[in-house]
């Protein structure tokens, strides 16, 4: 028997027959198994198709299945790696912000206790101890006062830089810096509750010459009556105590006891008939005239705007006035006086002005004295009734501080004192007006955090004041 080869389009044709053959009649392979299969593929090997029948008949549809299985689970591993990668991912993002959640937290804690600090320190500022007992005692308190307990550097409750960071600024220049030169009386009053002992010393030299002529002149050149002139050095030397109390942050009380010391040289020489030439040295001690005084602020400082204090003086005649020293038969004093010997009443309105870097102050007051009858015999002229010429006074300057230790001021005051109006004997005589002016210079240097040293120069520029006052002042006191 021979064998016949069919032709490639009739193999194929085979193939797919015993392909469709295997596909829509599973249930016929599986009746028949391989047996009939292999009849089949033995009784047509014409058309080739051993190979694709046995491997139908090794499993029924294994070629049709085995390959998209493989492709589909090789998809899922790969979205489960990528799920899991991303839950990594997650957890790790989880605990960083675990971990910056717990940062926060103490971040917090730290902001707590700082907050704690920072009014602990508010309310000792703001306590009725000045905060000036604490600055420069450390973290602890000073004087004898417990201050806040303030963490160290390196503790738990607080960070700080293990170096300086940034410059410190400018130290900032108050009021009361810039005005601690001014005059007395001009600068800021004195805190509620604080009282302040300020000594104070003053020197005093003045010199006189006058030339006076008693008589009638006919001509130019001759002259008949007495002609006296005087040659008068006079040094004096005053220390006061005075006592300041703040009654409140506006209104302030002030008592002063000066003590004097005074030594007068006086040369007299009048011509008579004859020449006569008199020396007379004068020494004088004892306690002057007391005073009070009232001061009041009316507004508060906002800005660079004025700040308006009201004054009220009120001196006393403690001291030995001038009709109670002696006088000998020409009426030339035998003693010298340390009080005026009345008493007078001075209302003023003094002002501050803030205008940066400097206070411009200034002020106005009127000097009242009240008239006393005397009724003293001084020689052999009866005195009876005095009214001393009242005074009106004006000062204005400006104060400025170089820094916190040291501050300078300078002004001008002027008084003008009307005349004195006095019953000698029968009649009533009228002095002269006089005008009294002189620059002030003022220097305060702090000594201490409490400690301010001032110094005070007034030179005089009319004919009737003195040459030069200079004038050392010290405060001392506080919260009582």
């Given at each position: 028997?021979?064998?016949?080869?069919?032709?490639?389009?009739?193999?194929?044709?085979?193939?797919?027959?015993?392909?469709?053959?295997?596909?829509?009649?599973?249930?016929?392979?599986?009746?028949?198994?391989?047996?009939?299969?292999?009849?089949l593929c033995e009784a047509l090997p014409f058309l080739d198709t051993a190979p694709t029948w046995n491997a139908a008949a090794a499993g029924s549809g294994g070629v049709a299945?085995?390959?998209?299985?493989?492709?589909?689970?090789?998809?899922?591993?790969?979205?489960?790696?990528?799920?899991?990668?991303?839950?990594?991912?997650?957890?790790?993002?989880?605990?960083?912000?675990?971990?910056?959640?717990?940062?926060?937290?103490?971040?917090?804690?730290?902001?707590?206790?700082?907050?704690?600090?920072?009014?602990?320190?508010?309310?000792?500022?703001?306590?009725?101890?000045?905060?000036?007992?604490?600055?420069?005692?450390?973290?602890?308190?000073?004087?004898?006062?417990?201050g806040p307990a303030l963490p160290g550097p390196g503790s738990a409750a607080v960070a700080l830089p293990d170096a300086p960071v940034g410059e410190a600024p400018p130290p900032?220049?108050?009021?009361?810096?810039?005005?601690?030169?001014?005059?007395?009386?001009?600068?800021?009053?004195?805190?509620?509750?604080?009282?302040?002992?300020?000594?104070?010393?003053?020197?005093?030299?003045?010199?006189?010459?006058?030339?006076?002529?008693?008589?009638?002149?006919?001509?130019?050149?001759?002259?008949?009556?007495?002609?006296?002139?005087?040659?008068?050095?006079?040094?004096?030397?005053?220390?006061?105590?005075?006592?300041?109390?703040?009654?409140?942050?506006?209104?302030?009380?002030?008592?002063?006891?000066?003590?004097?010391?005074?030594?007068?040289?006086?040369?007299?020489?009048?011509?008579?008939?004859?020449?006569?030439?008199?020396?007379?040295?004068?020494?004088?001690?004892?306690?002057?005239?007391?005073?009070?005084?009232?001061?009041?602020?009316?507004?508060?400082?906002?800005?660079?705007?004025?700040?308006?204090?009201?004054?009220?003086?009120?001196?006393?005649?403690?001291?030995?006035?001038?009709?109670?020293?002696?006088?000998?038969?020409?009426?030339?004093?035998?003693?010298?006086?340390?009080?005026?010997?009345?008493?007078?009443?001075?209302?003023?309105?003094?002002?501050?002005?803030?205008?940066?870097?400097?206070?411009?102050?200034?002020?106005?007051?009127?000097?009242?004295?009240?008239?006393?009858?005397?009724?003293?015999?001084?020689?052999?002229?009866?005195?009876?009734?005095?009214?001393?010429?009242?005074?009106?006074?004006?000062?204005?300057?400006?104060?400025?501080?170089?820094?916190?230790?040291?501050?300078?001021?300078?002004?001008?005051?002027?008084?003008?004192?009307?005349?004195?109006?006095?019953?000698?004997?029968?009649?009533?005589?009228?002095?002269?007006?006089?005008?009294?002016?002189?620059?002030?210079?003022?220097?305060?240097?702090?000594?201490?955090?409490?400690?301010?040293?001032?110094?005070?120069?007034?030179?005089?520029?009319?004919?009737?004041?003195?040459?030069?006052?200079?004038?050392?002042?010290?405060?001392?006191?506080?919260?009582?």
């Open positions: 028997m021979s064998n016949l080869s069919a032709p490639p389009v009739l193999r194929h044709m085979g193939v797919a027959a015993v392909g469709l053959s295997a596909v829509f009649t599973p249930s016929y392979a599986k009746a028949h198994e391989t047996p009939a299969l292999e009849c299945e085995s390959v998209p299985a493989a492709s589909v689970e090789s998809e899922i591993d790969a979205q489960r790696r990528i799920i899991a990668e991303q839950r990594a991912l997650i957890d790790q993002q989880n605990a960083m912000l675990a971990e910056q959640r717990q940062q926060i937290v103490k971040m917090q804690g730290q902001l707590i206790t700082q907050q704690a600090q920072i009014d602990r320190l508010s309310s000792f500022a703001l306590a009725e101890a000045p905060l000036d007992m604490f600055r420069g005692t450390g973290m602890g308190g000073g004087q004898g006062v417990a900032s220049e108050s009021t009361t810096e810039r005005v601690a030169a001014v005059p007395e009386g001009q600068g800021v009053l004195t805190r509620a509750g604080n009282l302040i002992f300020e000594p104070s010393f003053e020197y005093t030299r003045s010199s006189t010459n006058r030339l006076v002529f008693r008589g009638i002149e006919l001509i130019p050149g001759i002259q008949i009556g007495l002609i006296e002139a005087t040659d008068a050095d006079r040094d004096t030397l005053v220390g006061t105590a005075s006592l300041r109390y703040g009654i409140s942050d506006r209104l302030e009380a002030e008592v002063r006891i000066p003590y004097l010391y005074r030594n007068d040289r006086i040369e007299v020489v009048q011509q008579r008939d004859e020449g006569i030439v008199r020396s007379i040295a004068l020494r004088e001690d004892g306690v002057g005239d007391a005073e009070f005084s009232l001061r009041y602020q009316f507004n508060r400082p906002v800005g660079q705007k004025p700040i308006f204090v009201g004054t009220l003086r009120v001196k006393s005649d403690t001291g030995k006035g001038p009709f109670e020293v002696g006088y000998d038969e020409f009426g030339v004093a035998t003693g010298l006086a340390t009080g005026s010997g009345f008493w007078a009443v001075q209302p003023g309105l003094n002002f501050l002005m803030p205008s940066d870097p400097a206070v411009i102050y200034g002020g106005m007051a009127y000097l009242y004295h009240i008239p006393r009858d005397v009724n003293e015999l001084v020689g052999d002229v009866l005195i009876g009734r005095v009214d001393p010429g009242d005074a009106v006074s004006a000062n204005i300057g400006f104060g400025f501080a170089l820094n916190p230790r040291f501050s300078f001021s300078l002004g001008y005051r002027h008084n003008y004192i009307f005349p004195t109006k006095t019953e000698i004997g029968d009649t009533r005589q009228k002095s002269n007006y006089i005008h009294v002016g002189s620059l002030n210079f003022g220097m305060s240097y702090r000594l201490t955090e409490r400690d301010v040293l001032n110094i005070g120069f007034e030179i005089g520029v009319t004919e009737d004041a003195p040459d030069v006052s200079i004038t050392l002042r010290m405060p001392f006191g506080g919260k009582i």
